[in-house]
C-alpha cells in the first residue's frame, strides 16, 4: 500500500466540507428558519410588525359645538342644542317650536291665555293686562311666541307639515281664532319648516301673506 495515496484530512486552515464522503454546504439555509417558525408567528409577519399601531382620535363635532354652545348661551337646554344642530327639514314639530324661541328670546313660549267663551276676545285684567290661564286650560288660546309691549301684540307660530293643503287650513283656522283674541292689528308671523318644493312654497308665500295677510318665515337654520 502506497501511503503518499492515503488522504488523512484535511490541510491545515481548511474546511472540512466532506461527511461520510458526502460534500456538506454549512450556508445557513432561509427554509430551515420557516421551517422552524411556527404557522402563528408567519401569519403575523409584515414589515414593521412590531411597530406600535397608530391611533387616530375621532372627532366629535356635536360634542365640541355643543360646549360651545353652553359656553355663549348656557340657558340652552341639551334638547334645544340638539334641535338646533339637526337640518331644518330633518326636525320634528318640538324642535322646530325649540328653535324659532331659541332664535327670539324675547318672545315668551307657550303663554296661555284665556278667552271669552262668547266674544272669544283675550280676557284683560283692571290693569289691562291679559289673564293667564292654567296651561291646557279648555277655551284658552296658547300662541308658540308671545310678546306684548307699547307697540301691539306680536306672536309666532311654528308649523312643521309636509302637506300644503293641511298647512293652508291650519293657519286658516289659526288667523282667525288669533285675531279674534287679540284684534285684527295682531302682529302674527307664521315660521315653517323647508318641507316643500320650490313650486309649493311659493303658494305658500302667496296664500300666507297675500290672501290672509300675515308674515310667512322660512325656518332656514
Known sequence: MDFDDYDDGPEDGADD????????DDTD????????????????????????????EL??????????MHDLAPELTDETLEALWE??????????????????????????????PETGEALRDENGDFLDAPYGSKGSQ???????????????????????????????HQTEDRKAAFGDDVDLTYV???????????????YVEGKLGQNLEWQLK
Open 17 to 24: 466540507d466532506t461527511e461520510d464522503g458526502l460534500t456538506v
Open 29 to 56: 439555509d432561509p427554509a430551515d428558519d420557516l421551517e422552524k417558525a411556527g404557522s402563528d408567528d408567519l401569519l403575523d409577519w409584515s414589515p414593521g410588525a412590531d411597530a406600535e399601531p397608530e391611533t387616530e
Open 59 to 68: 372627532s366629535d363635532p356635536f360634542g365640541e359645538w355643543t360646549q360651545e
Open 87 to 116: 337640518d331644518p327639514d330633518k326636525r320634528d314639530y318640538s324642535e322646530t317650536e325649540l328653535v324659532d324661541t331659541a332664535l327670539h328670546p324675547d318672545f315668551e313660549p307657550q303663554r296661555s291665555i284665556q278667552i271669552d
Open 142 to 172: 296658547r300662541p308658540d311666541g308671545m310678546k306684548v309691549d307699547d307697540t301691539g301684540v306680536y306672536l309666532r307660530e311654528a308649523k312643521n307639515y309636509s302637506d300644503l293643503n293641511n298647512l293652508k287650513q291650519n293657519i286658516r
Open 192 to 206: 315653517v319648516a323647508p318641507n316643500f318644493t320650490i313650486e309649493e312654497a311659493e303658494k305658500l308665500q302667496a
